[in-house]
């Protein structure tokens, strides 16, 4: 038996929902069209699949660093991806990551477990074990582990949210039993088209997204759920945006006033005007929007202003 709220190790006798591998198969149609005809751009520097844990390609990481700063430690950006907890992986996400890095960045982009074979809180127990490995391999790959910055979409920037809130809380952490490597510091975070409010979207409405990562709506009563009553004023500054035509759009300003009152510094844009219908839910990934190429422009501007040392 599984106990609930806890990572769930592959079975093979266990069957992944029909909806779930026709959303799959939509997304990544998708996402194969969004990404037609791009090349990966000459000036990047790559290491690829590179394992961070026990789990196999679920957990495989990618580097990216630009090739004219080579021999020079980095500030690091660590993108946590998109998908609603049961969908994607780095390499949907790697022209955007090796874009990110242009900017002056190492980049790491992971693959975490997914649901509904992996459930809350896999991913986060994943993250942690990227930090850890930088921590480990900061040396050999120049990684400023001191000049951390974390970027995620839709359930992944919830899970950037939460994890920030893990970073800067210990009593928090506890709760999982996560210790954070030292040394490590966590500097900045943005959040893109996210969901922030666990709670009531565990129990609400259409809810099965939801109930393959959390399991059941029992799990709206455990504490590790409440993200935003382990929020402090050490959460990291924040740059938090949404399009016009996201479908999570109302979600991104009620957090970002929520985290203005309890003192952290934050940014929060909603790019673009309804008229605009390519600007919709995770539209900064297209990298060949120039209003994504703006928004990402502002992401690593605003992470450039918090490096220490600069």
Not at 17 to 42: F, H, I
Request: glycine share 8%.
């Amino acid at each position: 038996m599984v106990k609930k709220g806890t990572s769930k190790k592959p079975d093979t006798q266990e069957k992944i929902p029909a909806r779930v591998t026709m959303t799959r198969k939509l997304w990544a149609m998708s996402d194969a069209k969004r990404d037609a005809g791009l090349t990966e751009p000459e000036d990047i520097e790559k290491f690829r699949d590179i394992s961070y844990g026990p789990y196999g390609e679920e957990n495989l990481l990618d580097v990216y660093r630009p090739v004219k700063e080579a021999g020079k430690t980095l500030p690091v950006i660590v993108n946590v991806h998109g998908g609603g907890y049961f969908y994607g992986d780095k390499e949907l996400y790697r022209f955007y990551a090796m874009r990110l890095s242009q900017f002056g960045f190492a980049v790491v982009n992971f693959n975490y477990r997914l649901a509904p074979l992996n459930q809350f809180p896999a991913p986060l127990a994943d993250t942690l074990a990227v930090f850890k490995w930088i921590s480990a391999n900061a040396r050999k790959y120049k990684l400023d582990k001191t000049n951390l910055f974390m970027v995620g979409d839709s359930a992944g920037a919830q899970l950037v949210s939460q994890f920030a809130a893990i970073c800067t809380n210990k009593a928090y952490a506890k709760l999982f039993g996560f210790m954070m490597p030292r040394g490590v510091i966590l500097r900045g975070i943005s959040l893109a088209c996210g969901l922030y409010e666990l709670r009531s979207k565990i129990t609400g409405p259409h809810n099965e997204m939801m109930l393959d990562y959390f399991g059941d709506e029992s799990m709206a009563q455990d504490p590790r759920t409440e993200v935003s009553a382990y929020i402090t004023a050490d959460y990291p500054p924040t740059y938090i945006f949404s399009a016009a035509n996201d479908s999570l759009r109302e979600e991104c300003r009620p957090f970002a006033s929520f985290l203005r009152k309890k003192g952290i510094s934050v940014q929060s844009r909603i790019y673009g005007k309804k008229e605009d219908h390519e600007v919709g839910h995770v539209f900064h990934v297209n990298i060949r929007l120039p209003i994504a190429e703006r928004c990402n422009k502002d992401q690593t501007t605003f992470f450039k202003r918090l490096v220490s040392g600069e």
